[in-house]
């Protein structure tokens, strides 16, 4: 082992590698790679507490109105209690039905014609767009579980070409020269998993949690659908 190498080796064990020194030693490029990453993943845990309590306060919200909703209780009283402000998103459904079946009823020629496909399509929409509400900003995850390993990646890649101009002016290829850049360069991979792997596996729980909630808003839209048919035929035959 030459002087140099002797001397390098002394160096690197006396300097501790750590993940601040890591990043403050790399190159600028690598650096914006890393703050973005993970501002990324501060972003996408944002939004999986988010959206864990959304589908959880909307759950027991539509238990609890389907508790009252079949327990007997006058429509009418219901749409006046939800009117105003639906408590959820199978009360939004409930609340736009209502209103479509009352503003029919309530019209100077009692418009009965073609009402079922009316109440269907307003149930339609309604269903669409509380769905919407529930999918907000899951494409945000999908996006970040996506292109995060790829832009740690690019930061690697550009932290390794770094190293290997460094290497190349120094003409040094001792492991304690060449160690320290790899090893920076390599921790934008790490944050880009770090980001990356938190951020698929909770959009894949979530969209199927959403999934569940709107194939339950749609089993309600359909049993409604089919009582408020029932008092539409009731209403024509009298």
Request: proline share 2%; glycine share 6%; net charge neutral.
């Amino acid at each position: 082992m030459n002087g140099t190498e002797v001397i390098a080796s002394g160096l690197a064990a006396t300097t501790e590698i750590t993940f601040w020194s890591m990043f403050w030693h790399a190159h600028i490029v690598v650096k914006v790679v890393m703050i973005g990453l993970l501002a990324a993943s501060v972003w996408s845990w944002a939004i999986i507490v988010d959206k864990t309590l959304l589908y959880r306060r909307n759950k027991a919200s539509m238990d609890q109105f389907e508790e009252v909703f079949w327990s007997g209780r006058s429509l009418e009283e219901l749409y006046r209690a939800l009117a105003d402000r639906p408590t959820n998103a199978m009360a939004a459904v409930f609340v736009a039905a209502m209103r479509e079946w009352k503003r029919s009823f309530e019209s100077s020629g009692r418009a009965f014609t073609n009402l079922t496909q009316r109440l269907d399509k307003v149930l339609d929409v309604t269903i669409q767009r509380e769905v919407e509400h529930l999918e907000g900003k899951l494409l945000v995850l999908a996006t970040i579980g996506s292109a995060s390993p790829f832009v740690g990646l690019f930061g690697t890649v550009w932290g390794i070409m770094t190293s290997f101009r460094s290497i190349a002016a120094s003409k040094n290829t001792s492991l304690a020269v060449v160690a320290p850049g790899i090893a920076e360069a390599l921790f934008a991979t790490a944050i880009g998993l770090f980001a990356a792997i938190p951020a698929v596996i909770a959009y894949n729980k979530l969209q199927a949690e959403a999934a569940k909630q709107q194939a339950r808003l749609e089993g309600f839209a359909d049993e409604f659908s089919a009582i408020l048919s029932r008092q539409i035929d009731e209403r024509i035959a009298a």
